[in-house]
């Protein structure tokens, strides 16, 4: 499966964005699916992430602001960022898990996309 995010951008402290991962290849509906940024400098930390049943996970730094969905029929993974940080400035990647629930550890997704980038500015 390949996967391209999209959606970043610049904003300011407050501000809301959504990002879009496109799968293709493949029908996303049996992956697990992650969010992870990754700062300069800095590993790539997990977000967020949606099962293939839906179940949903987040880091909670992160926790009542961001809200991840998947659209199968759209082959597509959404994450609704509110009340952006600047430390939450980076790259953000989606990536697929072959695995039935939801994993924090970035080596459990196999498969990645391009990434995109989001700066809050303070």
């Known amino acids: 499966v390949q996967l391209q995010a999209s959606g970043g951008g610049l904003v300011q402290a407050g501000d809301s964005l959504r990002l879009s991962c496109a799968a293709s290849?493949?029908?996303?509906?049996?992956?697990?699916m992650g969010w992870f940024r990754q700062a300069p400098g800095k590993v790539r930390e997990f977000v967020a992430g949606?099962?293939?049943?839906?179940?949903?996970h987040y880091t909670d730094s992160v926790k009542g602001r961001f809200t991840i969905s998947r659209d199968n029929t759209k082959n597509t993974v959404y994450l609704q960022m509110t009340s952006l940080k600047p430390e939450e400035t980076g790259v953000y990647f989606c990536?697929?898990?072959?695995?039935?629930?939801?994993?924090?550890?970035?080596?459990?997704?196999?498969?990645w996309g391009h990434g995109t980038q989001v700066t809050v500015s303070s």
């Open positions: 290849g493949r029908t996303v509906r049996p992956y697990t």
């Open positions: 949606i099962s293939r049943y839906g179940d949903t």
């Open positions: 990536g697929a898990s072959d695995l039935g629930m939801v994993v924090t550890a970035a080596a459990r997704y196999p498969y």
